[in-house]
């Protein structure tokens, strides 16, 4: 991988909530349909006063994409929000679990992604850690406003 990868540990990471929207399909390197995900859930949390400084924008992942067909693959694409927030319509809320995770932190092209998580993964691997619940990343950034157009992003993946 000739991309930057800043540092993948093992940390604890507290219980978030997570205000989303699910996808079902292909994904994979669709940036326009991430863009779209976001804009929805972003304007929906906005207008509800739930975004604020520390929110982070999450995909979570919920299919191995070896196992299961790409049109049935499932995401969850939003942001972290109070607790105590309450569904509403096709915005949906669910728990991060309090946990260890796995968390690599990159600086990548959105093409080195499937390399970033390999490297997760061969981190746990090496470690003896197998995933047990979420896995995720956060972005850190808008890449339009990276210099290069790299997205900062941390991948976590709850293990035991």
């Excluded at 994979?28 to 739930?50: D, P």
């Excluded at 924008?57 to 499932?74: F, G, M, N, W």
Aim: with cysteine; aromatic share 10%; proline share 8%.
């Amino acid at each position: 991988m000739t991309e930057a990868v800043l540092d993948v540990t093992t940390v604890h990471l507290p219980e978030r909530t997570l205000a989303y929207i699910r996808n079902v399909g292909p994904y994979a390197g669709n940036t326009v349909l991430f863009e779209q995900l976001f804009n929805r859930v972003s304007k929906w949390a906005l207008g509800k006063g739930l975004l604020t400084p520390e929110s982070e924008a999450i995909t979570v992942y919920l299919d191995d994409p070896e196992s299961v067909p790409e049109e049935l693959q499932r995401i969850n694409v939003g942001f972290t929000v109070p607790a105590g927030t309450k569904p509403d319509g096709e915005f949906h809320v669910t728990k991060l679990p309090e946990a260890d995770y796995v968390v690599g932190s990159f600086e990548i092209a959105p093409h080195h992604y499937r390399e970033a998580w390999m490297s997760v993964f061969a981190y746990m691997g090496e470690s003896g850690l197998v995933p047990h619940g979420p896995m995720y990343e956060s972005y850190k950034n808008d890449p339009s406003k990276h210099p290069e157009g790299k997205h900062v992003v941390d991948i976590c993946v709850a293990v035991k």
